[in-house]
């Protein structure tokens, strides 16, 4: 069966500190996609990145910076530097079937809080 | 600015009462889709449009009922609901890369 999971309920930083969001998955497909979306309380999830099953390059996009361990199955999402505009849920998921974003497969989220 | 706007942002209804929820996308996308946000529950695919088609229907009640006029409308009517089923509705619409969301429609039943 197909599965994500962000272990983490819910995470607490002060304003500059570094955090990392775990994400595990669970597929039997070769083939899939990767993503992590961002719920600000404003309730849109914005889009972040996407990853494909045969690219395990790390990416760095400014303060945000991805890890993808086919090994293990996860993809783990760090924000250097937190920031209190960083305080949002965020959500790891899945591509339900292969070559196709039309079934996404979502954790349960990731609520940070980043104090001042 | 969103390419995805929902209206109304926020709903309250009796569970005798008739509604929609309306989606638009602007991003010239081809799918589009209704989701079902529950506190501490992972989003739920309710359906999916492609070029109009419902191309998915995710065991979801008959009370709740999808309409797609064209790729760039989506409309959910909502009728004798439950309490059960206030939640934050979501609709996005697809590209080949990824799915784009709305604000979504934040949804109580009394």
């Known amino acids: 069966a197909q599965k994500v999971t962000q272990a983490q309920t819910e995470i607490s930083v002060v304003e500059k500190e570094d955090v990392t969001l775990d994400c595990v998955y669970e597929?039997?497909?070769?083939?899939?996609?990767l993503f992590w979306y961002k719920q600000p309380p404003s309730g849109e999830l914005v889009f972040l990145i996407r990853r494909n099953s045969f690219d395990e390059q790390n990416e760095i996009s400014g303060r945000y910076s991805w890890n993808f361990q086919k090994s293990t199955s996860s993809f783990n999402f760090t924000i250097t530097a937190s920031q209190v505009v960083d305080s949002a849920v965020y959500f790891c998921?899945?591509?339900?079937?292969?070559?196709?974003?039309?079934?996404?497969?979502f954790g349960t989220g990731t609520r940070l809080q980043v104090f001042p | 600015e969103t390419g995805v706007t929902q209206t109304p942002r926020h709903l309250v209804m009796g569970m005798t009462n008739k509604k929609s929820l309306k989606c638009e996308q602007h991003?010239?996308?081809?799918?589009m889709y209704w989701y079902k946000q529950s506190a501490k529950k992972p989003l739920e695919l309710m359906f999916v449009?492609?070029?109009?088609?419902?191309?998915e229907n995710n065991s979801v009640p008959s009370r709740f009922s999808p309409e797609c006029p064209n790729s760039s409308h989506l409309f959910l009517h909502l009728h004798t609901l439950q309490p059960e089923d206030s939640a934050l509705y979501l609709c996005a619409s697809g590209g080949l890369d990824t799915q784009y969301f709305g604000p979504g429609t934040r949804l109580t039943v009394l």
């Open positions: 449009y492609n070029f109009k088609e419902q191309t």
């Open positions: 991003l010239g996308h081809n799918a």
């Open positions: 998921a899945l591509s339900g079937t292969p070559y196709n974003t039309d079934k996404l497969i």
């Open positions: 597929t039997r497909d070769t083939t899939y996609y």
